[in-house]
């Protein structure tokens, strides 16, 4: 919701505060100046990314407009989910979760938690780490390395798309150069047709260096700036899950292991210590 009013608020400023000045708004809108800026830039984005990401960036953006898919109570959820595993490992033994983190779709345990499950990237880290503790003799600092590895991958793959996108938001300035130029070049050879006309093309042709500074820095920039600051929201998911598991395997009890999980979320979305204890104590 912020994005649109933020955006709406860019062009608002800019278009006010231009016929405030005494501009004439329809002066903004030069077609051609349009199509270079805005065909080149979608042009380089294709070159310089395959159809997967190219998905992945219409889908960020669209995102940006939801914000992060994590809530404090998406991570009640999960500190929930994280105890009764370890305290059903503990009573049940570890082999008994076997079952469960094979197909975590049909557990009694994680199918009871659907914003967990609809998480496939923190599903998956979770019962692959779960079968290494399964399969024993993996100390607590190799697993510990096993999920950075596992970690890093994932940040670096979710990263892309943000990334990408500020490419083409840091290329937007030298784009709209190249369409001021070629305004000049048309300019140049308008010469002839007087001081009216020259003035004409300069104004069109000062359009494409304007267009190509707003589209950097107040609309392309800040979509690839949040979709970064969501992107890291959302690992901290992963990192909670992280630092439950550790503890779980070096022996802690479940009450513990989950309170590492929990010191690991943002203060914006963390728990309390009395409102993690009410949720794990409270069936589901």
Do not use: W
């Not at 096993?146 to 784009?175: K, N, R, T, W």
């Amino acid at each position: 919701m912020f994005v649109i009013v933020g955006l709406a608020l860019v062009f608002v400023a800019l278009i006010g505060g231009f016929i405030m000045a005494g501009g004439n708004p329809l002066s903004l809108i030069v077609i051609p100046e349009y199509v270079i800026i805005v065909g080149c830039a979608i042009g380089s984005l294709l070159v310089a990314n395959p159809m997967p990401v190219l998905k992945r960036i219409i889908a960020g953006a669209i995102g940006t407009l939801k914000g992060a898919k994590v809530s404090k109570e998406a991570y009640i959820e999960l500190l929930q989910l994280l105890y009764e595993i370890f305290q059903f490992a503990k009573r049940e033994g570890l082999i008994a979760l076997e079952s469960h983190v094979e197909n975590p779709e049909q557990s009694s345990i994680i199918s009871k938690y659907p914003t967990f499950l609809a998480n496939h990237h923190a599903v998956e880290f979770l019962c692959d780490t779960l079968k290494v503790v399964l399969s024993g003799g993996v100390p607590a600092h190799d697993l510990e390395e096993l999920m950075d590895i596992d970690l890093e991958a994932h940040h670096h793959e979710e990263a892309v798309p943000a990334q990408s996108l500020q490419v083409m938001a840091d290329a937007f300035p030298g784009l709209g150069i190249v369409a001021a130029v070629m305004g000049i070049i048309v300019t140049m050879a308008s010469v002839s047709e007087g001081a009216e006309a020259v003035g004409h093309h300069v104004a069109a042709a000062l359009v494409g260096t304007f267009l190509g500074v707003l589209f950097s820095y107040g609309v392309f920039g800040p979509i690839a700036s949040i979709m970064e600051k969501i992107t890291q929201k959302e690992a901290i998911y992963l990192q909670a899950i992280k630092a439950a598991m550790l503890s779980f395997a070096k022996g802690a009890p479940a009450t513990v292991a989950i309170e590492f999980g929990r010191r690991t979320i943002d203060p914006e979305n963390r728990p309390n210590f009395n409102e993690t204890e009410e949720a794990v104590k409270r069936p589901r």
